[in-house]
């Protein structure tokens, strides 16, 4: 895997700075930065003044790291640009020019990916790997929980003033905690969806106009049941995953990181790791995204995989 490739990452919040840092890290010296702020950018050698069409087109790679509701008009420029495509989570605030883009990206045989770091979470990948030896016999259920205090979120800064209070921004602990619906789909191997219910709400208690809980239940084809539960009021952050089987549960929270399988019988650890490197998954998440451009493979979350989460929670 050649580390000469030209790299533009478009948006340079904290999660376009993060990508940055590890793709310098792993030895690529090629990347550039773009933002439509050039005060986030004033402290950077390597930048772009514009997206036009000439300066896309001297780049091989982009990370779409900005704005939710920025996601897919900026992504449409990079395709018809050539770039495969890096884009973060969630893939759009709606489904508007969704079609648009997976069709161009197959038309120009892009890869492309839309990040789910939480799938390169070991504990995650422990699980899933449980799952599918076997080991739980058939699936009944699979339930993920999520909780943070939004003010929490960005020390330093006004949450009012985040994208996560304005619907017209893709706002909303719904599209903000994507990575619980991508977990039941993935655990679940994308079975198709028969009947799907989500309840959203604001009980005021924020200054926000967009949804700050919301509890969400999908019926699966292969008979899985799945529910997510999330919110932005949870004064401690709370993560947890509950996965039941004919042969047992699986559960894991955040704070412990232990992977437990049990019944009335057995009791068992299966995964353990106490002093979790948060970055690492990121970093697993673009080793993963490169090699699979350099080898031009098709990702795991492609456009097409992305779009059927995003169509059940709009």
């Known amino acids: 895997m050649t580390k000469d490739l030209k790299i533009i990452i478009i948006g340079f919040g904290s999660i376009g700075q993060r990508h940055y840092r590890n793709l310098t890290a792993l030895g690529y010296k090629n990347v550039y930065v773009?933002?439509?702020d050039s005060e986030k950018v004033k402290s950077q050698k390597?930048?772009?003044k514009s997206l036009d069409q000439n300066t896309l087109k001297s780049f091989d790679?982009?990370?779409v790291c900005?704005?939710?509701?920025?996601?897919i008009e900026v992504a449409i420029k990079c395709a018809e640009a050539g770039l495969d495509l890096f884009i973060e989570k969630p893939l759009s605030h709606n489904l508007k020019e969704v079609e648009k883009l997976r069709v161009l990206c197959k038309k120009k045989d892009l890869v492309n990916m839309v990040a789910c770091n939480m799938r390169?979470?070991?504990?995650?990948q422990s699980i899933k790997k449980f799952m599918d030896a076997g080991k739980l016999g058939k699936i009944f259920s699979l339930s993920h929980e999520f909780g943070h205090y939004l003010p929490y979120w960005r020390p330093g800064t006004d949450y009012r003033k985040n994208y996560a209070v304005s619907k017209k921004k893709g706002g909303g602990i719904v599209l903000d905690d994507i990575h619980e619906f991508d977990l039941i789909f993935w655990l679940n191997d994308f079975a198709p969806v028969t009947k799907s219910s989500i309840l959203k709400s604001n009980t005021g208690a924020l200054d926000i106009e967009t949804e700050d809980q919301a509890k969400a239940v999908f019926q699966f084809k292969n008979g899985v049941l799945g529910s997510v539960s999330c919110d932005y009021l949870s004064k401690k952050y709370h993560r947890t995953c509950r996965v039941v089987g004919e042969k047992g549960n699986l559960t894991w929270n955040w704070q412990d990181n232990e992977v437990i399988f049990e019944n009335e019988k057995t009791k068992k650890v299966i995964y353990s790791e106490k002093h979790l490197d948060i970055n690492q998954m990121y970093l697993?998440?673009?080793k993963y995204f490169l090699k699979s451009t350099a080898e031009k493979k098709k990702t795991f979350n492609d456009i097409t995989m992305a779009k059927e989460i995003l169509r059940h929670l709009m």
């Open 46 to 48: 390597s930048k772009v």
């Open 120 to 124: 390169f979470l070991p504990a995650f």
């Open 66 to 71: 900005n704005p939710n509701h920025k996601h």
């Open 284 to 286: 697993e998440e673009i």
């Open 34 to 36: 773009f933002d439509t």
């Open 61 to 63: 790679v982009a990370f």
